[in-house]
């Protein structure tokens, strides 16, 4: 009998080619052919050329019920993800969706300058008397105001055109202040006159911040404990920030630097005066293809949807703590167009969070942090807009339940693992793909009740060139299903 199940004891485990020598025979004990690493071995039928150990956990939706799903990536627990590896031949591009990078601890420093700065505006008195102006909400429609401190107990909206007219001086300050929150009504416009400058407008507020679509927005936001917002197609020259709050860019918004230099009395910090959108503790998102023409970041909390925006300068997110990850690199491995091993690194730092590759891959099944520190937030791998790959928060790999035998090559699989992690009925299958065909179910389905179950194979099973293997589990709403499969690929005879 073929002595499979000692392989996994007897190769390394990390995708290297240093083998021990592995015999196989019949079941009369007559010694069929010999792998082996070793120059005094012969080598009869072939020789082992590479070892694939695949160990992946990821997390299904609710939704996926009595949809086969690949055990592909525990970043995202909604998606239903279905071989997301295979792709339309083309060069692939490394985007950093998370902020990955926290030069020199920016992110900190930035959460600290916003603070100086909201105490300062915080501390200013009122020069302008809105209480004699009525009931709460205050509501600005088509009029002008000259420089002042505005400061109000409710509401403020915006549902005209508020023109701030700075009479011709560079200084000119205009601060608006609420307890409440600051709102404009859809269409509405901050129009900056006789020398007023986006550097020294203001809305300030303890609640929440937002314009409504098609805003034509002068200035910056600045939200204590609440988030801030944009509508679908708000033009904003100046900066969205939250102290302790969500920032929210909403679809085809375009946010540009603010003009001007600030009021002596206010200080903007080195550090904050470089981003469009910050916050101190909160989640940064994107809606759709907007524009930012600084940077975007985060002190604490995750980092979504600007794959799709353009961004001019970094996107940072820190730890909380302040941290510097610093300047690190990912390798993407996969097979080009005629099923031939392939792999091209990529390099992220301070100042790049997306990173252009040259070469073409047809298949990606692997990408890792390969130097540097381990990946804060997440990384995505992406053929164009499509998504091929992602490495989770803190996992420095992905996490692919999936391989396709190279070209030149025959795969042995010989073991299947798999386990789940709730009491309810979850079945892990492995599917395989023969080169021009269809997927179809193996043998070898293990049903699972949060338990694992690993099968070893005596007789691997044996899969072509170019045969794509997909591992699939059905079951339980966000069920966390850990599995691995191993394959030893062998040369061709020529």
């Known amino acids: 009998?073929?002595?499979?199940?000692?392989?996994?004891?007897?190769?390394?485990?990390?995708?290297?080619?240093?083998?021990?020598?592995?015999?196989?025979?019949?079941?009369?004990?007559?010694?069929?052919?010999?792998?082996?690493?070793?120059?005094?071995?012969?080598?009869?039928?072939?020789?082992?050329?590479?070892?694939?150990?695949?160990?992946?956990?990821?997390?299904?939706?609710?939704?996926?019920?009595?949809?086969?799903?690949?055990?592909?990536?525990?970043?995202?627990?909604?998606?239903?993800?279905?071989?997301?590896?295979?792709?339309?031949?083309?060069?692939?591009?490394?985007?950093?969706?998370?902020?990955?990078?926290?030069p020199s601890g920016q992110a900190s420093q930035a959460k600290a300058e916003l603070i100086i700065l909201y105490d300062q505006l915080k501390a200013l008195t009122a020069t302008g008397n809105e209480t004699d102006r009525g009931a709460d909400p205050l509501t600005y429609g088509s009029e002008t105001l000259g420089p002042g401190v505005y400061i109000k107990a409710g509401a403020i909206d915006v549902t005209g055109t508020l023109t701030l007219d700075a009479d011709n001086d560079p200084n000119a300050l205009f601060v608006f202040r609420t307890d409440g929150a600051f709102t404009t009504a859809a269409g509405a416009?901050?129009?900056?006159?006789?020398?007023?400058?986006?550097?020294?407008?203001?809305?300030?507020?303890?609640?929440?911040?937002?314009?409504?679509?098609?805003?034509?927005?002068?200035?910056?936001?600045?939200a204590n404990q609440a988030a801030v917002s944009t509508g679908a197609g708000t033009s904003l020259e100046g900066r969205m920030l939250a102290i302790n709050g969500a920032v929210t860019l909403g679809d085809t918004s375009i946010i540009t630097a603010p003009t001007g230099t600030i009021n002596s009395i206010l200080t903007l910090g080195n550090v904050l005066a470089l981003f469009n959108m910050f916050t101190g503790a909160g989640a940064l998102s994107n809606a759709g293809a907007s524009e930012i023409q600084l940077s975007i970041g985060t002190n604490l909390g995750a980092i979504t949807g600007?794959?799709?925006?353009?961004?001019?300068?970094?996107?940072?997110?820190?730890?909380?703590?302040?941290?510097?990850?610093?300047?690190?690199?990912?390798?993407?491995?996969?097979?080009?167009?005629?099923?031939?091993?392939?792999?091209?690194?990529?390099?992220?730092?301070?100042?790049?969070?997306?990173?252009?590759?040259?070469?073409?891959?047809?298949?990606?099944?692997?990408?890792?942090?390969?130097?540097?520190?381990?990946?804060?937030?997440?990384?995505?791998?992406?053929?164009?807009?499509?998504?091929?790959?992602?490495?989770?928060?803190?996992?420095?790999?992905?996490?692919?339940?999936v391989y396709t035998i190279p070209a030149g090559k025959t795969g042995y699989l010989t073991r299947l693992g798999a386990s789940s992690s709730k009491n309810i009925a979850t079945i892990v299958s492995l599917f395989q793909r023969p080169h021009s065909e269809a997927f179809q179910l193996t043998a070898s389905a293990m049903a699972l009740y949060q338990n694992s179950q690993t099968i070893d194979f005596d007789v691997p099973l044996t899969f072509a060139e170019k045969t794509d293997l997909d591992l699939r589990q059905i079951g339980a709403a966000n069920n966390v299903v850990a599995a691995d499969f191993n394959v030893i690929l062998v040369d061709n005879p020529v």
């Open 189 to 222: 416009e901050v129009l900056l006159i006789n020398g007023a400058t986006s550097n020294n407008v203001y809305f300030v507020s303890e609640g929440a911040s937002s314009t409504a679509a098609n805003t034509i927005m002068r200035g910056s936001l600045l």
């Open 306 to 401: 600007f794959e799709t925006a353009t961004v001019g300068g970094s996107t940072i997110s820190g730890d909380g703590a302040g941290t510097n990850t610093g300047a690190y690199t990912i390798t993407v491995e996969g097979l080009d167009t005629t099923y031939n091993p392939v792999s091209e690194t990529f390099t992220l730092s301070g100042a790049t969070e997306t990173a252009e590759g040259v070469v073409v891959f047809h298949r990606v099944h692997r990408a890792k942090v390969s130097s540097g520190s381990t990946n804060v937030g997440t990384l995505g791998v992406f053929n164009g807009t499509a998504l091929v790959a992602e490495i989770a928060p803190e996992m420095g790999q992905t996490q692919m339940c």
């Open 1 to 102: 009998m073929a002595i499979w199940n000692k392989i996994e004891q007897l190769l390394n485990r990390n995708n290297t080619a240093q083998y021990e020598v592995i015999m196989l025979a019949d079941k009369d004990g007559n010694i069929l052919n010999t792998f082996g690493a070793a120059s005094n071995i012969p080598i009869a039928a072939g020789e082992v050329t590479g070892y694939t150990d695949v160990h992946k956990f990821g997390m299904v939706d609710g939704s996926a019920g009595n949809t086969w799903t690949t055990v592909w990536s525990a970043a995202d627990s909604t998606a239903t993800k279905l071989y997301p590896w295979e792709t339309t031949a083309g060069t692939l591009s490394v985007v950093s969706s998370s902020g990955e990078d926290e």
